[in-house]
């Protein structure tokens, strides 16, 4: 394997998949696909009309109820460390505003990230997910959707059914300089 920072470090893929799978259970491969996309590739996936992105977020506002969220207020996306889960918990509470959680969210989505380079880092972590032999449902299926998906030059998918059912995600990405700089004092004062 190259060196880190040129390409995947194995040792931080083990530890965000052994993480993410201690912390959620329900998880399929797919889930774990998903936190590593945002982290790598962050948001503009969901950028391209602010407007209606801003109206789906009052909506999710409007219509979660704290009891269905989990505990967390905010976690790391995946193993580069590159984004930040912020919950919509944090809006709900009133510790943070929905202005605030849109303005970091859109400001988070830079673009600029390649298809093709994240297709070649994906491979690498999916060799080191492989090895690990981990009994995740449905993973090769999971996996020939991924690499399909990929193939086509898309890398954007939704999380699993049964993460959806079992934890209830509602959340924003936010790219971790932003979230660290805007949010995080507003929450951890």
């Known amino acids: 394997m190259m060196m880190c920072g040129l390409c995947v470090c194995g040792q931080n893929v083990t530890e ?6 201690s912390t959620y259970p329900a998880s399929r491969l797919l889930d774990l696909y ?3 996309f ?3 590739m962050g948001a503009e996936h969901l950028i391209a009309d602010t407007a ?5 977020l009052r909506h999710e506002l409007a219509t979660t109820s704290l009891d269905e969220l989990l505990p967390w207020r905010y976690e790391p996306c995946g193993p580069g ?3 930040v889960r912020v919950s919509l918990r944090c809006v709900l509470e009133g510790l943070i505003s929905e202005d605030a959680l849109f303005a970091a969210f859109v400001r988070s989505a830079t673009g600029g990230q390649d298809v093709n380079e994240w297709r070649a ?7 080191i ?3 690990m032999g981990l009994p995740l449902k449905d993973y090769d299926s999971d996996r020939r959707f991924i690499d399909s998906i990929l193939a086509q ?3 954007a998918i939704s999380h699993s059914p049964e993460y959806r059912e079992a934890y209830h995600p509602h959340y924003r990405i936010v790219a971790r300089d932003i979230f660290e700089a805007e949010l995080l004092p507003l929450l951890e004062p």
């Open 34 to 36: 998903k936190s590593c």
């Open 153 to 155: 030059g898309k890398y």
């Open 38 to 40: 945002q982290d790598y």
């Open 81 to 83: 460390g590159n984004h």
């Open 52 to 56: 209606s992105t801003r109206q789906y």
């Open 16 to 21: 965000f998949v052994s993480r993410q799978v």
């Open 121 to 127: 880092r994906w491979n690498e972590m999916a060799a």
């Open 129 to 131: 997910i492989d090895a």
